[in-house]
C-alpha cells in the first residue's frame, strides 16, 4: 500500500511553511485493516453487483493527515473496491461512531458530502479480528462516493492510478471562472 500513489500525496493539505508528513507504520496497518473491513463487510453484497470488477481489491490508497470537522487527527484517501471509488476520511482514533450521520468537507476543489459508514457489527466490536495487539481497525469511515462503476478498469495498478489522479483533483483549487 506504501508505493500505490508513488508516494504519501500530502501536496493540497501543507500549507508552505508546514512540512510535508509521511504516514506512520500504524496509520498504515489502520488503513490496511480499512480494506480489510469493507471486504468482510461488503464483498458477498458486491459480487452480486452487475458492475463487480473480479480484477480489483479494497485498497485504502493515498492517503494523507487531515483534520476532521471536531479538530481530532484523521486521514483522508481514496478507497477503492471492486464496484466503486470513494473518497474516505478516516478518524485516527476510535471515538464512538459520530453524532450526526454526515459531514460536508471544504477540501480546495470544493465541498465534499460525506456520510458515516460503519465497516463492524456493533457486536464485533474494532478488535475483532486484530486481538494481536496492533492497531485497532476502524469501526467506521466517512465516505464520499465518487465513481460506482469501475468494470473498465483491467488491474489494481489502473485503479490505484485512477487513485492518484483523484487526490491531485480534489486537493487542487478550483481556477475561478475568468
Not at 501536496?11 to 498504515?28: F, I, R
Not at 489502520?30 to 480484477?55: D, G, S, Y
Not at 468494470?151 to 490505484?160: F, H, N, T, Y
Amino acid at each position: 500500500m506504501r508505493d500505490a500513489c508513488h508516494g504519501d500525496y500530502t501536496g493540497g493539505l501543507a500549507e508552505p511553511e508546514d512540512t510535508m508528513q509521511a504516514l506512520s507504520a500504524v496509520q498504515y496497518a489502520r488503513l490496511a485493516h480499512l480494506a480489510e473491513a469493507w471486504t468482510r463487510r461488503h464483498l458477498k453484497a458486491a459480487k452480486a453487483e452487475p458492475h463487480f470488477n473480479p480484477r480489483l481489491a479494497a485498497d485504502a490508497l493515498c492517503f494523507q493527515p487531515h483534520a476532521l470537522p471536531d479538530g481530532r487527527p484523521g486521514l483522508l484517501g481514496a478507497l477503492v473496491t471492486p464496484v466503486s471509488l470513494s473518497l474516505v476520511l478516516v478518524p485516527d482514533d476510535e471515538a464512538a461512531s459520530p453524532d450526526a450521520p454526515q459531514l460536508t468537507l471544504v477540501l480546495p476543489s470544493g465541498r465534499y458530502p460525506f456520510a458515516w459508514e460503519p465497516l463492524v457489527e456493533e457486536s464485533e466490536g474494532p478488535r475483532a479480528e486484530h486481538d494481536d495487539g496492533g492497531p485497532e481497525a476502524p469501526s467506521g469511515c466517512w465516505r464520499c462516493g465518487l465513481l460506482s462503476d469501475l468494470s473498465d478498469l483491467d488491474s489494481r495498478q489502473a485503479a490505484s492510478r485512477l487513485a492518484q489522479q483523484l487526490m491531485e483533483r480534489v486537493m487542487t483549487p478550483v481556477e475561478p471562472a475568468s
